[in-house]
C-alpha cells in the first residue's frame, strides 16, 4: 500500500488529484466543526448521550453532536441511494435507465439528487421541529412568531445546503479526486472519532487498574482490532476464480484464440455497502425519535424495538432482549448484499459476451448453462461475504456490549475504513496502468 502510494506521488496527475482529494477532506472537516448559531448545545450532548446516537455521531465526524454545518452529513445521499436502487426494481423506466450504459446511469445520478436534496430538506424541517418543541433552539420560546420563522427557515436551509455541499464535494472526489469520493467522506468521519474512542477506552479499561489488569485489558483490546482487521482485509481480498478457456480460429495463416483466462468473482462482491445501508436503516428512526421527541418512554414496548435497533444495546447483560437487534442487522446486510450485487453483476450478459468472443468455462455449455453456472457460485459466494461482513461486524459489538464500552469505532467502522481504504488503492493503481498505457500510445 505504501509503495503503490510513494509511487503514485512520483506522477504529477495523480498526485494532484491526491492533493485535490486532501483539500475537500479539509473542507469536510471544517463544516464538520462549524457550529450552526442558536443551538444550545450543552442540551443536546445530553439528549444525543443516549441510546443509537455513538454510530449515528460516528458517521457524521461529530457534527451531529455539535450541531453543525454538516450535521446531516451524507445521510441523506445514502437513504437516497438506497430509495432509488430499490425503485429500479418496482419502476421498469428507472430499470431501463439502469441499463442503459453511462446515460441511464447519469440519469439516475441527477434523480438519486434531486431525492438527496429533498430528504435533506424533510430532515432538516423535522429537526428544527423538534428542536424548537425541545428547547434546543436557544430563546424559541420567547421569540415572536415571525422570529421563530426565521430562525426556523434560516437552521433549516444551512443544514440542507450543508448536506448538498457534502454530496457535491464527493462527487468532486469521485471525478477529479482519486474517486469513492462519498465513501471516503464517510470514512474521515469516521476517523476524526478514533481518538476520542480510545481515549474513552484507555478510561473504561485502563485507567485506575492495576499494572496486571491494564496490560490484559491492552492486549485484549489490540488482540479485537488487529483480529478484525486482518479478517477483513482477508474477506475484502478474497475471490473465487472461474477458469475460462477461448477456442482457437484460424485467419489465413495465423491462428487466433486458444489462450486461457479467468473470471474473478470477489467474495465480498458488494464491498461496504450493505452495512452501510443496514446501519442507516437501523439508526434513523431512533435518531429522528431523539430530536422529535427527546422526552421519549423508551421502557415502553414501542421503546424497546426502537432501542432494539442501536447496536449500542446489542449483548448487553442487564437487557439482552435488546439484541434480538441483531436478526434484523443480520438480514438486512445478507438481503442488500444480494441486491447490490445483482445491480452491478449480470450473469447473463456475461455468459453472452463469452459466447461471442468464442469463450466457455470447461464442462459448462456456452449460453443460458453458462449464466445459471455463474449464478450459483455468485449465489454461494454472496451468502459467504455477507456472513464474512455480519461476523466482522459483531465481534466489536459483542466485547463492547459484554464488558460496555461505549465507543463509536465497531465492527462496521472497521469494514468502512479497510474497505473504503483497498478500493482507494486499487483505483489509484488503475490510474497509473491507463496513464501508463497512455504514455506508451503517445510514444
Known amino acids: 500500500m505504501f509503495k503503490t502510494l510513494a509511487n503514485a506521488f512520483k506522477v504529477k496527475e495523480i498526485r494532484n488529484r491526491i492533493i485535490f482529494t486532501f483539500i475537500m477532506l479539509i473542507v469536510v472537516r471544517i463544516g464538520s466543526i462549524l457550529p450552526i448559531p442558536g443551538i444550545n448545545r450543552d442540551q443536546l450532548a445530553s439528549i444525543f448521550q443516549g441510546d443509537g446516537s455513538a454510530l449515528a455521531n460516528a458517521f457524521t465526524g461529530g457534527a451531529l453532536l455539535q450541531m453543525s454545518v454538516f ?134 479499561f485502563v485507567k485506575g487498574q492495576s499494572v496486571l489488569n491494564a496490560t490484559i485489558a491492552i492486549v485484549v483490546i489490540l488482540a479485537v482490532v488487529v483480529g478484525t482487521i486482518l ?60 430530536i422529535v421527541k427527546p422526552n421519549f418512554d423508551y421502557s415502553s414496548v414501542g421503546g424497546k424495538i426502537i432501542r432494539a435497533l442501536s447496536s449500542n444495546n446489542w449483548f448487553n447483560r442487564n437487557n439482552m432482549i435488546l439484541t434480538l437487534g441483531v436478526i434484523l442487522y443480520i438480514v438486512l446486510i445478507v438481503f442488500f448484499a444480494y441486491f447490490y450485487t445483482s445491480l452491478t453483476f449480470n450473469p447473463l450478459e456475461i455468459a453472452n459476451n463469452m459466447k461471442k468472443s468464442g469463450g466457455f468455462i470447461p464442462g459448462i455449455r456456452p449460453g443460458k448453462a453458462t449464466s445459471d453456472y455463474l449464478t450459483k457460485i455468485l449465489n454461494r459466494i454472496i451468502f459467504i461475504g455477507a456472513i464474512g461482513l455480519t461476523v466482522v461486524a459483531l465481534i466489536p459489538v459483542v466485547f463492547s456490549g459484554l464488558f460496555n464500552a461505549n465507543v463509536s469505532f465497531g465492527g462496521t467502522s472497521i469494514i468502512i475504513i479497510v474497505g473504503v481504504i483497498l478500493e482507494t488503492i486499487r483505483q489509484i493503481e488503475s490510474q497509473m496502468v491507463v496513464r501508463d498505457y497512455k504514455g506508451f500510445l503517445n510514444e
Open 71 to 204: 450535521a446531516l452529513s451524507i445521510t441523506p445521499y445514502i437513504t437516497s441511494s438506497i430509495i432509488v436502487q430499490l425503485l429500479t426494481i418496482a419502476i421498469p423506466k428507472l430499470e431501463e435507465m439502469q441499463k442503459d450504459g453511462e446515460d441511464g446511469r447519469k440519469k439516475i445520478q441527477t434523480i438519486t439528487r434531486f431525492v438527496t436534496v429533498a430528504l435533506a430538506l424533510i430532515e432538516s424541517i423535522a429537526m428544527v421541529v423538534g428542536f424548537g418543541k425541545s428547547g434546543l433552539i436557544e430563546g424559541y420560546s420567547t421569540m415572536a412568531a415571525l422570529e421563530r420563522v426565521r430562525v426556523s427557515v434560516m437552521i433549516v436551509a444551512i443544514l440542507t445546503a450543508g448536506s448538498t455541499l457534502l454530496m457535491w464535494l464527493g462527487e468532486r472526489i469521485t471525478e477529479r479526486g482519486v474517486g469513492n469520493g462519498i465513501s471516503i467522506i464517510l470514512v474521515i468521519n469516521i476517523v476524526s472519532r478514533l481518538p476520542e474512542d480510545f481515549v474513552a477506552l484507555y478510561k473504561s
Open 231 to 290: 479478517f477483513t482485509v482477508l474477506l475484502c481480498g478474497g475471490e473465487r476464480r472461474i477458469p475460462v478457456q477461448y477456442s482457437k480460429k484460424v485467419q489465413g495463416r495465423r491462428t487466433y484464440g486458444g489462450n486461457s483466462s479467468n473470471i474473478p468473482l470477489k467474495v465480498n462482491t458488494a464491498g461496504v455497502i450493505p452495512v452501510i445501508f443496514a446501519q442507516s436503516l437501523m439508526t434513523f428512526p431512533l435518531i429522528i425519535m431523539q
